[in-house]
T-cell receptor, first 118, second 113 residues
Framework: GAVVSQHPSRVICKSGTSVKIECRSLDFQATTMFWYRQFPKQSLMLMATSNEGSKATYEQGVEKDKFLINHASLTLSTLTVTSAHPEDSSFYIC??????????????FGNGTRLTVT | QKEVEQNSGPLSVPEGAIASLNCTYSDRGSQSFFWYRQYSGKSPELIMSIYSNGDKEDGRFTAQLNKASQYVSLLIRDSQPSDSATYLCAVNEGNTGFQKLVFGTGTRLLVSP
């Protein structure tokens, strides 16, 4: 089955620093990947859609200059949280769908990254 | 604002019972519906997908879809303590093809031994 790898699984950083999170599709190509954020006891909220070779599409209220997305290949998307602050502490989850799958095929999620900003 | 509504629970059932999880959605154009299971601190894992009205069974799980009522449910037969988790209902936005999933807040299921 499809596997999505996300790294790191957990990161603690100081306020003002930047953190990069990687998302890889291990056995399939994914032109499009999605980045979600989940705060405690809340549901997943889509932050942005990452498109290989083009600019990401951000959801309303998500600052594109703060959450930098790079999708440089068909198997890798990165999310960089710039100048992180404690309110950015959250569970960040990437997901991807096989390029050649049906248009309504499900998303497969990475294992998530727990970010704590001190 | 497209919404997916779930009762947050917790839904408590004894081991061996049937757990019934419900979800309603607001976007009439939605075509694809998914149930994900999420353990605490982990990312969601796909349980079921359903695209047509009616029932779809997979092992102990049955998904039910009623587009006219904008309602989708998940039944878990012979519930096990290991089924204790949060179950997320996800619906794709009607005309975006496969692009966007909107998630409900999830229902927490507790299966007691």
């Amino acid at each position: 089955g499809a596997v999505v790898s996300q790294h790191p699984s957990r990161v603690i950083c100081k306020s003002g620093t930047s953190v990069k999170i990687e998302c890889r599709s291990l056995d399939f190509q994914a032109t499009t990947m999605f980045w979600y954020r989940q705060f405690p006891k809340q549901s997943l909220m889509l932050m942005a859609t990452s498109n290989e070779g083009s600019k990401a599409t951000y959801e309303q209220g998500v600052e594109k200059d703060k959450f930098l997305i790079n999708h440089a290949s068909l198997t890798l998307s990165t999310l960089t949280v710039t100048s992180a602050h404690p309110e950015d502490s959250s569970f960040y989850i990437c997901s991807a769908r096989r390029d050649r799958g049906p248009h309504n095929s499900p998303l497969h999620f990475g294992n998530g990254t727990r970010l704590t900003v001190t | 604002q497209k919404e997916v509504e779930q009762n947050s629970g917790p839904l408590s059932v004894p081991e061996g019972a049937i757990a019934s999880l419900n979800c309603t959605y607001s976007d009439r154009g939605s075509q694809s519906f998914f149930w994900y299971r999420q353990y605490s601190g982990k990312s969601p894992e796909l349980i079921m997908s359903i695209y047509s009205n009616g029932d779809k069974e997979d092992g102990r799980f049955t998904a039910q879809l009623n587009k006219a009522s904008q309602y989708v449910s998940l039944l878990i037969r012979d519930s096990q303590p290991s089924d204790s988790a949060t179950y997320l209902c996800a619906v794709n936005e009607g005309n975006t093809g496969f692009q966007k999933l909107v998630f409900g807040t999830g229902t927490r299921l507790l299966v007691s031994p």
